[in-house]
């Protein structure tokens, strides 16, 4: 509302809310400091896990920082911008997502406390820039090289990501199956290694336990055989993928048939007949035995299909065929003459199994897959959804290795590193973008500090002990030995993670702090009205 010769002018609609200059600013962190608050416990190997509970009342039990954010009901907008920057995280690197929302919690507190001091949220917001960009060049020249083919950094790399997880014992068993999966989908693109995680197809089954978790050479379809005189399983399988109906198509327009003699009914009906025998004929001649169709088969053509000994799947979702294709190196064929037998994909082994409670058909021993499945399995529902969780991780971290070769040492060794090279180089900048460079460190400093207390030690002694072996010259890599509560060669103890991980979490923390601090006014509108009750 503004003042025109003492008559006020209304300029917003009534009901809207605004909030102003520090008011603004303050509730903006509050917001963003208490999202982070509720997932801060979850860090680290020792960290605890939350219990949610949607409107339906179904249970989520997890630690993973971007479940625990999207199931979340959040209101504010501030907060609203804090579960972003998990998405983003999760997105791009798919680990990480906890320590970027601590790290943006921490940034937003202690420039809080500099605003207090007087300190302009634009000279904060400097300082915050400067010390990313100074972050990105320390972490590269910390960061170790390897060769994308060492399996053993890739295992401790995947191990890293799991240690925090609900079911970590096992995470040797999943490290080993993350690690084949990447290593079989990856492409040469040039001078750059891609990996696609589409590419490896996740099937949940209850039942057994995790360790029964497995890899196939292959893609598991979640349909049955079409016939039951059909063959259940194949050697040496042939593989067609067919994107039209096995039916009698219908014309495109109405055409009206006269009959005039029961002769030319079964005329008719055989006509149709044979035009369907003529199709699995095709496919007998160029030695296809297994048929994945993604639409329909008709009654007659699975007849056809079960005499001559070709197990046929129908339906098939469009994925699926893609994925079928990648793994067998079949093409899809849409017109059904035409196919050859180059068109044809190969697999050791075809079979219909019941996983569970569901027969699925399995097409493993493929020669040389660029798409597989892992089949998850254990006791209970909670179990195998963190599961599954647990391998999100496992495999994302391990392609961002390989799409990125360069690690890390974890356990807070790299942040206390880079927040020792940050205090440094705030003292050749000078003035008070020097102050939010130094309150920049000491936020980063949040995640081994929080690892410490997650754990139950005493964070104080800790940090001071980390800070001391890090001023010697072969203490970069030392960080918390979480079962001693002292620090350790986190290397040697192989606590590695990707570059791109820690990079990725930074610069959203950075980011995503230094755009709350510039709002200073915040406007919201009015909520809808309700319509008057019938």
């Given at each position: 509302?503004?003042?025109?010769?003492?008559?006020?002018?209304?300029?917003?609609?009534?009901?809207?809310?605004?909030?102003?200059?520090?008011?603004?600013?303050?509730?903006?962190?509050?917001?963003?400091?208490?999202?982070?608050?509720?997932?801060?416990?979850?860090?680290?190997?020792?960290?605890?896990?939350?219990?949610?509970?949607?409107?339906?009342?179904?249970?989520?039990?997890?630690?993973?920082?971007?479940?625990?954010?999207?199931?979340?009901?959040?209101?504010?907008?501030?907060?609203?911008?804090?579960?972003?920057?998990?998405?983003?995280q999760d997105d791009k690197v798919g680990d990480g997502t906890t320590t970027s929302v601590i790290i943006s919690g921490e940034l937003l507190n202690l420039a809080e406390e500099l605003m207090e001091q007087s300190v302009h949220p634009t000279i904060i917001f400097r300082g915050y820039r400067k010390a990313l960009l100074k972050s990105k060049e320390i972490l590269k020249e910390l960061a170790?090289?390897?060769?994308?083919?060492?399996?053993?950094?890739?295992?401790?790399?995947?191990?890293?990501?799991?240690?925090?997880?609900?079911?970590?014992?096992?995470?040797?068993?999943?490290?080993?199956?993350?690690?084949?999966?990447?290593?079989?989908?990856?492409?040469?693109?040039?001078?750059?290694?891609?990996?696609?995680?589409?590419?490896?197809?996740?099937?949940?089954?209850?039942?057994?336990?995790l360790l029964d978790t497995d890899i196939i050479d292959g893609i598991i379809v979640d349909k049955e055989v079409v016939h039951p005189m059909m063959p259940k399983s194949f050697k040496d399988a042939k593989i067609a993928l067919i994107t039209s109906?096995?039916?009698?198509?219908?014309?495109?327009?109405?055409?009206?048939?006269?009959?005039?003699?029961?002769?030319?009914?079964?005329?008719?009906?055989?006509?149709?007949?044979?035009?369907?025998?003529?199709?699995?004929?095709?496919?007998?001649?160029?030695?296809?035995n297994v048929v994945f169709c993604q639409k329909g088969?008709?009654?007659?053509?699975?007849?056809?299909?079960?005499?001559?000994?070709?197990?046929?799947?129908?339906?098939?979702?469009?994925?699926?065929?893609?994925?079928?294709?990648?793994?067998?190196?079949?093409?899809?064929i849409n017109n059904l003459f035409e196919i050859s037998e180059n068109d044809l994909g190969k697999a050791g082994k075809v079979e219909e199994k019941k996983i569970g409670d569901d027969n699925m058909i399995i097409v493993s021993e493929c020669a040389d897959p660029k798409a597989v499945s892992i089949l998850i399995r254990a006791g209970i529902e909670h179990v195998v959804d963190e599961a599954e969780r647990m391998l999100h991780d496992a495999l994302s971290v391990v392609k961002a290795t390989i799409e990125l070769p360069y690690i890390l040492p974890g356990g807070g060794a790299s942040e206390i590193e880079l927040a020792k090279r940050l205090r440094a180089y705030a003292q050749s900048i000078g003035g008070r973008e020097q102050l939010a460079i130094e309150v920049y460190a000491n936020a980063l400093e949040i995640i081994p500090k929080t690892l410490v207390e997650n754990a139950g030690y005493n964070p104080v002694d800790l940090i001071v002990e980390l800070r001391s072996k890090h001023e010697s010259e072969d203490g970069n890599s030392n960080g918390i030995n979480i079962d001693s509560g002292k620090p350790d060669d986190m290397v040697k103890l192989g606590v590695l993670e990707p570059l791109s991980v820690l990079t990725q979490a930074v610069q959203s923390a950075t980011e995503v702090s230094s755009m709350i601090l510039k709002i200073d006014d915040v406007i919201a509108a009015s909520s809808l009205s309700k319509g008057p009750e019938e």
């Open positions: 509302m503004a003042q025109l010769s003492g008559v006020p002018i209304l300029i917003l609609k009534e009901g809207t809310e605004r909030k102003r200059g520090k008011d603004a600013q303050k509730n903006n962190i509050a917001a963003a400091k208490a999202v982070a608050e509720a997932v801060r416990t979850t860090l680290g190997p020792k960290g605890m896990d939350k219990m949610l509970v949607d409107s339906l009342g179904d249970v989520t039990i997890t630690n993973d920082g971007a479940t625990i954010l999207d199931t979340i009901d959040v209101e504010h907008p501030a907060a609203k911008m804090i579960v972003e920057v998990a998405k983003t170790t090289k390897i060769e994308i083919n060492d399996k053993d950094t890739l295992m401790k790399v995947a191990e890293t990501s799991m240690n925090s997880k609900l079911i970590a014992g096992v995470k040797n068993h999943f490290a080993k199956i993350a690690v084949k999966a990447v290593n079989q989908i990856k492409e040469e693109r040039g001078i750059n290694i891609m990996v696609d995680l589409d590419q490896i197809q996740i099937i949940k089954k209850e039942g057994k336990s109906s096995l039916e009698v198509e219908k014309t495109e327009f109405d055409a009206e048939i006269r009959v005039q003699t029961p002769d030319q009914i079964n005329k008719f009906l055989e006509e149709e007949a044979n035009m369907l025998k003529n199709r699995v004929a095709k496919l007998k001649e160029v030695g296809a088969v008709d009654d007659k053509a699975q007849n056809f299909l079960a005499k001559e000994d070709i197990i046929t799947v129908r339906r098939v979702k469009r994925s699926d065929m893609e994925k079928l294709a990648r793994a067998t190196n079949a093409k899809m």
